[in-house]
């Protein structure tokens, strides 16, 4: 019944070794979003999708990237993470031009060693 | 100035009680609002959208706003200490959130 899919829950990665957090939808939703969250933080927004459009926001490092290669799925790339990455990281999606609420993830949380 | 900013808390009340948790934006043009629930290591859980002046009531939660106040509230009714959480206020399609509110509900 999971609309909003991320995968994995857990994902531990060595500082500096590239990593990848995926998402997939089945709502059929034009707009993907990625927040960063720490801990006792709210979310951060690094970026969002609307379409193939990708919209990155003013201060998101450019250690970050994401990819979305269909409506279905999104992934957020991360290029050397630091100690200063790990954080839960949450996929949302949304309907179109709308004002309607976003759909989020389960998220992943994200460990550096 | 923060875009959004929300009572910081800790928030106590005891089961039973009306809890009141407050929210306001800098962004006069702001057409939707949303309060998230948070429980730790879970994602937000959208508990309550509003989109026009006055109260907005489901079940026991009832969303305030007044837009040209630019603020935001929510209040939880007959408190339960499975309400016991960080609440999230959020402005706008792009969801600038505030801080949170982290609310304790006591037994």
């Known amino acids: ?3 909003v899919i991320q995968n994995p829950r857990y994902q531990v990665t060595q500082f500096g070794k590239p990593v990848t957090l995926s998402c997939s939808q089945t709502l059929n939703h034009n707009v993907m979003y990625w927040y960063q969250q720490k801990s006792s933080q709210a979310p951060k927004l690094l970026f969002h999708y609307y379409d193939k459009d990708f919209n990155n926001e003013a201060d998101t490092p450019d250690n970050f990237q994401s990819r979305r290669p269909n409506t279905s799925f999104c992934f957020l790339d991360i290029r050397s993470p630091g100690l200063g990455d790990a954080a839960m990281y949450l996929c949302a999606t949304q309907e179109g031009v709308s004002n309607q609420p976003q759909h989020f993830g389960d998220g992943t949380r994200l460990s550096i060693l | 100035q923060k875009e959004v900013e929300q009572n910081s808390g800790p928030l106590s009340v005891p089961e ?3 809890a009141s948790l407050n929210c306001t934006y800098s962004d006069r043009g702001s057409q939707s609002f949303f309060w998230y629930r948070q429980y730790s290591g879970k994602s937000p859980e959208l508990i309550m959208s509003i989109y026009s002046n006055g109260d907005k009531e489901d079940g026991r939660f009832t969303a305030q706003l007044n837009k040209a106040s630019q603020y935001v509230s929510l209040l939880i009714r007959d408190s339960q200490p499975s ?16 801080s949170g509110t982290q609310l304790t509900v006591l037994p």
């Open chain 1, 1 to 3: 019944d999971a609309m």
């Open chain 2, 16 to 18: 039973g009680a009306i």
């Open chain 2, 83 to 98: 309400d016991s959480a960080t609440y999230l206020c959020a402005v706008n399609r792009q969801l600038t959130f505030g």
